[in-house]
């Protein structure tokens, strides 16, 4: 069974930067796109940003644009999403996830089948 861990999350003032890691225990990462979802205390889980399987393709929610930036490391089977300029409501708790390979989309929780556990990001005013 793959297994997703992500790391990184915390506390923060407002305007602030994290750091979020998701490692996989999946031998074939580097085939498989991966994206970060969010979701916060009462509402919906959303979609953050995406990548492709080498790095070069990614897209972001408009809310983040501009200033979170996802990464990977394929030799460390390691997504990352560096965070920077963080608003309040950045909070909720973020998950890393493996698209589905049936799925052709990116934007919908339903087009991912592997989520790790969630990380807490708390941004305070």
């Known amino acids: 069974q793959v297994m997703l861990v992500e790391s990184g999350g915390g506390s923060v003032q407002a305007g602030g930067s994290l750091r979020l890691s998701c490692e996989s225990s999946?031998?074939?990462?580097?085939?498989?796109?991966m994206a970060w979802f969010r979701q916060a205390s009462g509402k919906e889980r959303e979609f953050v940003a995406a990548?492709?399987?080498?790095?070069?393709?990614?897209v972001y929610a408009d809310p983040v644009k501009g200033r979170f930036t996802i990464s990977r490391d394929n030799a460390k089977n390691t997504v990352y999403l560096q965070m920077n300029n963080l608003k309040p409501e950045d909070t909720a708790v973020y998950f890393c996830a493996v698209r589905s390979p049936s799925s052709a989309r990116t934007f919908y929780v339903s087009d991912y089948n592997t989520w790790g556990q969630g990380t807490q990001v708390t941004v305070s005013s």
């Open positions: 999946r031998r074939t990462f580097s085939t498989k796109p």
């Open positions: 990548i492709g399987t080498t790095g070069a393709s990614t």
